[in-house]
Structures are given as C-alpha cells and as structure tokens.
C-alpha cells in the first residue's frame, strides 16, 4: 500500500442512495470495480511478473548460443531507477547519440533486441572506469561557465 493520502470522505459517503429518486438529468453509468491492472489494460504484463522458467532452461540446452541472441543482460527486476541531473542540451546529445550512432551499431553486430536499462548500465560502468577524468572535466565546464 502506498502512503498516497486521499483525504477524509465525503460526508454522505456511508449514506444509502435513495431508490425513489429517478433524476434522468443526474443519471451516471454505475461505477464499475476497475483494479489498477484493469487501468493498464493495454500496457502489457509487468516485466518483474513474467515467468522466464522457459527462457532460463532454453538458456541451459544452448550454452553456445551467440549473446547478442540471448536478450537483455538483466532482468527488469534487478534495475535501480535513480535520476541523472543533466543539462537539456546534453541530455538531447545522449539521446541523439544513442539514436543515431550506438542503436546502427548495435544493429549491425545483430543486437535488435537492446533495453534502455542495460545501456545507461553500461553507462555508468563506462564512467566508472574513467572517474579519474572527472576532477579536469569539472574545472573546464567551471570555466566554461
């Protein structure tokens, strides 16, 4: 359950409706008991709920299967969501990059199947790897600015 508050209820929220009443100005179709999977009906089954029994033993016949054929590197599940703070006109860049230059890459080593999470985890592994060039980088946008 979430902390979301919806407030106290309305004051004739236990109240009965009156059966007698027959205003054909006030009629609204009957409310309808709508769950939140009815509301994204069309989305599709959440990632984390998917059984991938199949796909983990398909995985085991195949030891040799290319990985560019295996899927995402990661289950949806094991993602952390955490906001990056950039600037608008770098984030366009990271964007277009992607797009335009790592997405034809990806297809030509026949990677078609690529997820968003598994290349802003490569990402962060790629910064990771070049912490050391941080400190420079942040004296010249400093500079910059």
């Known amino acids: 359950m979430t902390d979301f508050d919806l407030g106290e209820p309305a004051p004739d929220a236990d109240e009965e409706?009156?059966?007698d009443q027959d205003s054909s100005e006030d009629k609204t179709p009957p409310e309808t008991d709508r769950t939140e999977s009815d509301h994204f009906e069309n989305v599709g089954p959440d990632p984390s709920e998917v059984d991938r029994s199949d796909s983990e033993d398909d995985e085991d016949a195949t030891p040799d299967r290319d990985?560019?054929?295996t899927g995402p590197a990661f289950p949806y599940d094991e993602?952390?969501?955490s906001?990056?703070?950039a600037r608008e006109e770098t984030w366009t860049e990271f964007e277009d990059k992607l797009d335009m230059e790592l997405t034809p890459n990806l297809r030509e080593e026949g990677i078609r199947d690529d997820e968003l999470r598994e290349i802003h985890d490569i990402v962060l592994e790629v910064a990771i790897e070049h912490l050391d060039e941080f400190?420079?980088?942040l004296k010249e946008k400093r500079r910059e600015a």
């Open 17 to 19: 409706p009156d059966d």
């Open 67 to 69: 990985p560019t054929e």
């Open 79 to 81: 993602v952390k969501q």
């Open 83 to 85: 906001p990056l703070y």
């Open 135 to 137: 400190p420079e980088r």
